[in-house]
């Protein structure tokens, strides 16, 4: 499980992730390499996940994309949103 410190509270929409991954019984490593995903998604949108929409999804690909992240890193991006929308947000 992820710990948290007392000065970063979690999100109620972080929480609820943690739960379900740890629920799915997802190692350590997966947990925050997911966190840091929707982290990352957040502040590139400059709101919470929750309202992006499915043009936003594919701009932030593409941003990936175009500064150099490998093909590796690319698909654990699109397995972290795919896990965030369809387990954690039932979409």
């Given amino acids: 499980m992820i710990s948290t410190s007392a000065s970063t509270p979690n ?3 972080r929480q609820r992730m943690i ?3 740890t629920l ?3 190692a350590p490593k997966t ?5 840091r995903v929707i ?3 957040a502040h590139f949108l400059g709101h ?3 309202s992006a929409t499915s ?7 593409i941003h990936l994309t175009n ?4 093909r590796i890193s690319l698909n654990a991006t699109v397995t972290a949103l795919r896990f965030l929308y369809t387990v954690t947000l039932g979409r």
């Fill in 11 to 13: 999100s109620p929409l």
């Fill in 24 to 26: 799915r019984k997802l």
């Fill in 39 to 41: 982290k990352n998604l």
């Fill in 67 to 70: 500064n150099g992240t490998s």
């Fill in 31 to 35: 947990q925050s390499g997911y966190i």
């Fill in 55 to 61: 043009e936003e999804l594919r701009n932030y690909q």
């Fill in 48 to 50: 919470s996940p929750t």
């Fill in 19 to 21: 739960e379900d991954m």
